[in-house]
Nanobody
Framework: QVQFVESGGGLVQPGGSLRLSCAASGSIFRIYGWYRQSPGKQREWVADITSTGNTNYADSVKGRFTISGDNAKNTVYLQMDNLKPEDTAVYYC??????????WGQGTQVTVSS
């Protein structure tokens, strides 16, 4: 059974920062990623990182968000800086196993507002 522990969400003012974390267990993974979804909108890919450290970002977060990982802990992080109101969403951790099966975390709410 694949299990997740997601944390780090909360309320922050525009221009502020948050750091999300996702610890996954129960398998060996090759890709870790973050997605987000706002009410009434389609789920959006944010960033991902491979087990070898290659990273990719959506254009909307480039230069503001940084994804990183700790292979020893099977944990992925998302450092979010200069947050904007449009970043408000539920953020979901996704992992891809070595057999390319996808698993999703429970999500954590990020709200950017004054």
């Amino acid at each position: 059974q694949v299990q997740f522990v997601e944390s780090g969400g909360g309320l922050v003012q525009p221009g502020g920062s948050l750091r999300l974390s996702c610890a996954a267990s129960g398998s060996i993974f090759r890709i870790y990623g973050w997605y987000r979804q706002s009410p009434g909108k389609q789920r959006e890919w944010v960033a991902d990182i491979t087990s070898t450290g290659n990273t990719n970002y959506a254009d909307s977060v480039k230069g503001r968000f940084t994804i990183s990982g700790d292979n020893a802990k099977n944990t992925v992080y998302l450092q979010m800086d200069n947050l904007k109101p449009e970043d408000t969403a539920v953020y979901y951790c996704k992992v891809v196993s070595i057999l390319y099966k996808e698993y999703w975390g429970q999500g954590t709410q990020v709200t950017v507002s004054s």
